[in-house]
């Protein structure tokens, strides 16, 4: 036999044409099986190379999987294909895609019973991502022929998410499994696994647990043992989870489960069974130590006869080795051509039934160079009990003894010094729980200021039931970062006149909040008092004058200012002149909405010499609507992708919602938002004020 291998990319029709007739796979058919590892998720792309594949060779098996990573001759590929070809002298293959059918168990029955004929040596067989119990599936497939080896693993994903696609040469299904069987008397199969993760810390059990869920561990709940020991930063991340999996000690063996997810009962959920009554450990990975061991077992398979080899790596393992996950592999690319790929769960043949690993290095090498005599054999790193081993455990625990007595005449010593030290730590500790005691007051003084100056600031804002009594169909969303904000919102009535504007000053919290004091004094003196109605006039006054209480243009004075939107809003014409310092506004009319952009100029910093601010007039009409806003809804970075909400989506949101009261949309506003917001900080005071004609 031989293994072919070769990377493809969509577009490279032509070049696989060429390779496929240039070793001349077609003429093979049934003695060859081609094996797709797709670290790209995209069903469009593997239909279209199955389809070619298909019409290269019609009359061959072939099984695919997405992943999380594609392994060519050692080395490790990403958002490529890599294509696997295995040519036999003596064997033949056949393959079968199966979508889930609510029995995982009777899936893997199924798969076997269609597979397996009298002279099968293995089957090859993947399953989806996270649907297919890999567990009750295995157990179904062994259960069927137990003299077959089992190899294989859980479909992936390029980005780690939890969907994959499997397919055959009949189809691509998301939910399911693919396998092939490998049929012939001469092949032989030689299979071998390695974790090297370092069992840590006290042995314990699980002593409630079902299918892949733990409850309890010594009768404490999951997550608490797992805080307890690893800390709330590793349980609550996915990637740091996996450099710290479980071991499982059953049967003999030593099997790692990565957990998936913390739950909020107290449970956590693992990519494979936890059976109560397993005993467990937590364990750590050593970059050096798995690189170590590994040239070990790449040596005794180099002394075999082998045609080609599979290579099956937990995608957990990849993200824990980073850069350094190569090291693992290209070794075996020395010993006979490879492929294979990082899978969500590898599937191990130990001889006396199929195990789902995680976290774990597996191989499977072929070869047709022997007889019928001895057709599979497995090297495997299972701990194994013999007089040389048991020689060399009483060497450790005699080393372990000495080295305990060290350290407790060590310990004993260092007892002495510590009771001398207890003294002044209790009197350090009374000292430091003292000044905890006072910054305490003083924090709460100080936030029972800011609860007060909130008072203050939310008593010159206007109130909305008197804006309504002009305003009818009114939106109003605020939401200050801190206590108290720097922004506001203002209006005034004057016959026939409505003014209304939205600021946004320099800062938030403290700072800001004096600034808007500054803001609402100049506007009511400007409006009220000096009965200016035209909003470039009253923005040019507001500048000069923020200029010259602020002290600007003094040397070393400072450049805070605000950013408004401002409408003066004539009920007899029916018409709105706009002006707008740094802040657009958005007019909507029919359900369309219009950007009407502000001067790109602030109120304050006396660095720009003359200031204009431009005003936009426009007739109205009843059902049209205007949107007044500061910049913190639109730049609040949040979401799936951990991004701005963007003035994009506000416009489409409002657009969308065009046909409702402007009371709902307030709703929608605040309901939008917190969506967004949920599981990041809020950046910036909000201001949103919607009006309808």
Known sequence: MKLLNTLYNAGEEAQLSAFIKEHQIADYKDRALVKVFAAVYDREYL?????????????????????????????????????????????????????????DFQLGVEMANRLTTPTTQAIVTFS????????????????????????????????????????????????????????????????????????????????????????????QPAVSVFNHYLGENIVNSFATRSIFPIILHRNGIQIARVAIEPLSDGSITFQGDVNEGDYIQFSYGHLESILGKNDQLVHTLGNEEVEGLFLYSCAARKVFMGDATQLESLPYGKVAPTSGYFTYGEFYDVGRNVELLNTTFTYVAFSEKVDGKALKTNYTQLPTVNETSAENTKVVLTALTHL?????????????????????????????NAQKAHIERQNEDILDSIRYAKRIQTAFLPDTDYIRQRITNLCLFYRPRDIVSGDFYWYAYHEPYSIFAVVDCTGHGVPGAFM????????????????????????????????????????????????????????????????????????????????????????????????????????????????????????????????????????????????????DQEALLEAQFLAWLKGHEQLDDVCVVGIEV
């Open 47 to 103: 239909e279209r190379l199955l389809n070619l594949l298909n019409e290269l060779l019609p009359h061959t098996p072939k099984i695919g999987i997405t992943c999380f990573g594609a392994i060519m001759d050692g080395r490790v590929y990403e958002d490529q294909s890599v294509l696997s070809f295995c040519l036999f002298d003596n064997t033949t293959a056949k393959s079968l895609v199966l979508p889930k059918n609510g029995d």
């Open 128 to 219: 989806d991502a996270l649907q297919v119990n890999k567990v009750a599936y295995l157990q179904g497939l062994s259960s069927v022929k137990k003299d077959v080896t089992l190899i294989g693993g859980g479909a992936a994903h390029p980005r780690f998410e939890f969907v994959s696609l499997i397919f055959n040469e009949n189809g691509i299904v998301d939910e399911g499994a693919v396998g092939a069987s490998l049929n012939g008397d001469k092949l032989r199969v030689i299979t071998g696994y390695e974790l090297n993760w370092t069992p840590i810390g006290r042995m314990m059990k699980a002593t409630k647990a079902t299918g892949n869920r733990l409850y309890e561990l010594d009768e």
């Open 404 to 432: 305990t007595k060290t350290f407790t005449d060590e310990l004993n010593a260092k007892n002495a010094e510590i009771s001398n030290a207890y003294e002044e730590v209790v009197t350090l500790l009374e000292q430091v």
């Open 516 to 663: 808007t004091m500054v803001g609402n004094s100049l506007l009511n003196r400007l409006v009220n008092e000096m009965d200016l109605r035209d909003p470039g006039k009253i923005l040019e006054e507001m500048d000069k004058r923020v200029i010259d209480t602020l002290k600007q243009q003094a040397v070393g004075g400072s450049k805070d200012g605000m950013d408004v939107s401002l409408i003066v809003w004539d009920h007899a014409k029916q018409e709105m002149h706009y002006s707008g310092a740094n802040r657009p506004m958005y007019f909507m009319r029919n359900g369309t909405i219009t950007e009407i952009k502000g001067t790109k100029l602030p109120i304050g910093d006396p660095s720009y010499t003359e200031k204009h601010f431009e005003v936009e007039q426009m007739p109205l009409y009843k059902g049209d609507r205007i949107y007044l806003f500061s910049d913190g809804y639109v730049d609040q970075m949040g979401g799936p992708e951990k991004r701005k909400l963007t003035p994009k989506r506000l416009k489409e949101s409002l657009e969308s919602w065009h046909n409702l009261p402007m009371k």
